[in-house]
């Protein structure tokens, strides 16, 4: 199963309610809640007044992205505001402190997922895969919404699912930036089944067809 997730990174926040809504009636299956702090990355985005108000207004699966620096320090919060998945990045803090806020996730009894960035190198997937329940691969630098797919992430791809196939197989593999249907139709070969689209879902003016467009290869399959 192909699951897409629009990241409302690239919603109109002037009409975020329909924008919600328009992820749904699309045949969206997750939400995509990116968070920055403007320390991880150069940016600052959402929080969770937000989050609270999106989760009043909808039962659509929450996947929140932290792309925040002590990620231990909020991980519960998030999930009392409405997350179902908390992502937190591998590089935001000490080891310890990553494996403290994948347990805080665990104890909330929400799911719980491990992000890695272009730069870090698959093998760190390893160790944590007993503890996570996502693997999320960044194909754009984190911190920016409409950047362009780094084909040379796609090896990583593959090696991610080789090693969730081998010694977890439940877990999902998400991946993030760059997604339309050609870069779509890529990373499912090489092993994704979660795609988060931001830019190439909001500005399209058949939101549906656009959902559409990134399964169809692969309906049936």
């Known amino acids: 199963m192909i699951r897409v997730a629009p990241s409302i990174l690239s919603a109109d926040f002037t009409v975020l309610g329909q924008e ?21 990355v150069p940016n600052i985005s959402i929080g969770i007044p937000v989050l609270e108000s999106v989760r009043r207004i909808t039962g659509c699966f929450i996947d929140v992205h932290l792309m925040i620096v002590e990620p231990q320090k909020l ?17 935001a803090a000490e080891e310890e402190n990553i494996l403290a806020a994948i347990e805080t996730i665990h104890s909330c009894g929400k799911k719980a997922g491990l992000s890695i960035k272009p730069g870090t190198p698959a093998e760190i997937v390893h160790k944590f ?26 090896p990583k791809i593959q090696q991610v699912r080789k090693m969730i196939e081998e010694f977890h197989p439940g877990c999902l593999l998400e991946v993030d ?28 003016k058949d939101r549906k067809g656009a959902v559409e467009a990134l399964k169809i290869p692969f309906k049936g399959e």
């Open 129 to 154: 895969l007993p503890m996570v329940d996502l693997v999320l691969v960044m194909t754009v630098e984190p911190g920016f919404g409409g950047q362009g797919f780094m084909h040379d992430m796609l």
């Open 75 to 91: 991980a519960a919060a998030f999930c009392r505001a409405g997350a179902d998945l908390v992502t937190v990045h591998y590089e």
């Open 177 to 204: 930036g760059g997604i339309n249907p050609e870069t779509a139709e890529l990373v499912i070969r090489h092993g994704a089944d979660t795609l988060v689209a931001g830019s190439y879902f909001f500005k399209a």
């Open 20 to 40: 919600i809504k328009s992820i749904t009636d699309a045949g969206g299956d997750w939400i995509h809640f990116d968070v920055m702090d403007g320390v991880f």
